[in-house]
């Protein structure tokens, strides 16, 4: 299992960032996916997921109406669409394989690298 996130960065407050997560090692399209963040000093935090057919979606009440998270099965890519960017966003953001949160948070064998993201003025 290989996924690389890639996108993150500065931004001011207000702003927005597009995440992706490139994925290789597995059949993309059977799993369902997730985007989890951990701030500095605190413990990782369920973000978002995503069924297999991009058509069922779950968020943590903290970016709910703010992200959106999407698939694009051929290229076996997920995104997570940031907007309205608030300071407490600023965490490494993490691609994970698996659509439960519980069993997300366990896994972190199936987790990428982490892509940066900063939201400060």
């Known amino acids: 299992v290989q996924l690389v996130e890639s996108g993150g960065g500065m931004v001011q407050p207000g702003g927005s960032l597009r995440l992706s997560c490139a994925a290789s090692g597995f059949t993309f399209s059977n799993y369902g996916m997730s985007w989890v963040r951990q701030a500095p000093g605190k413990g990782p935090e369920w973000v978002s997921a995503?069924?297999?057919?991009?058509?069922?979606?779950g968020y943590a009440d903290s970016v709910k109406g703010r992200f959106t998270i999407s698939r694009d099965n051929a290229k076996n890519t997920l995104y997570l669409q940031m907007n309205s960017l608030k300071p407490e966003d600023t965490a490494l953001y993490y691609c994970?394989?698996?659509?439960?949160?519980?069993?997300?948070?366990?896994?972190?064998?199936?987790w990428g690298q982490g892509t940066q993201v900063t939201v400060s003025s």
């Open positions: 995503i069924n297999t057919g991009g058509y069922s979606t």
């Open positions: 994970a394989r698996g659509y439960s949160s519980d069993y997300v948070l366990r896994r972190k064998d199936y």
